[in-house]
């Protein structure tokens, strides 16, 4: 069978099975291993990427615990100052008023030591002007009774002591 331009129709076929053989056994034996190593590379770089967002998740849901925790412990703090400066307040306020129990009672002693200063003083005062004023008397009775011996005596020559 001689066909124009000298084709071979045998050869054709011979070929094209070649050509099926040798892309059947590429298949088998190139394509579908390295699509199962592509499968298996896939999925291992899908799991690594399921694994890394899943530790994100817990890593993120760790933070927000941490701050929860974090904002828990700086209202605790906030309350705590606030307590220690009520604290402090009042503590100052008990010992202002101590403070001013302390100087009430120091004016009162002091008033009533002052009273009994100024009684003493009148006091001791009276007693002086007393003895000062006997005194005097004494004197100026024993100048008149002296004088009046004098004059008694001598008829008033008696000179002044």
Do not use: C
Not at 52 to 76: F, H, I, M, N, V
Not at 105 to 113: G, P, Q, W
């Amino acid at each position: 069978m001689n066909i124009p331009l000298n084709i071979d129709w045998q050869q054709i076929l011979l070929h094209w099975m070649n050509l099926a053989i040798l892309t059947g056994g590429l298949y088998f034996l190139l394509y579908q291993p390295v699509k199962r190593f592509m499968e298996k590379r896939e999925a291992y770089y899908r799991d690594l990427e399921e694994q890394a967002a899943g530790k994100l998740r817990e890593a993120e849901e760790l933070k927000a615990s941490y701050q929860a925790k974090l904002d828990g412990a700086e209202e605790e703090i906030r309350q705590a100052r606030a307590k220690s400066q009520a604290a402090v307040q009042q503590s100052v306020e008990e010992q202002m008023a101590q403070a001013r129990q302390i100087v009430a009672k120091a004016k009162e002693e002091a008033a009533v030591s002052r009273d009994q200063i100024i009684r003493e003083s009148q006091r001791e005062l009276r007693e002086l002007t007393v003895a000062a004023v006997k005194k005097l008397t004494v004197k100026a009775d024993t100048d008149l009774f002296d004088q009046f011996l004098d004059l008694a005596e001598g008829g008033g020559a008696h000179e002044e002591h």
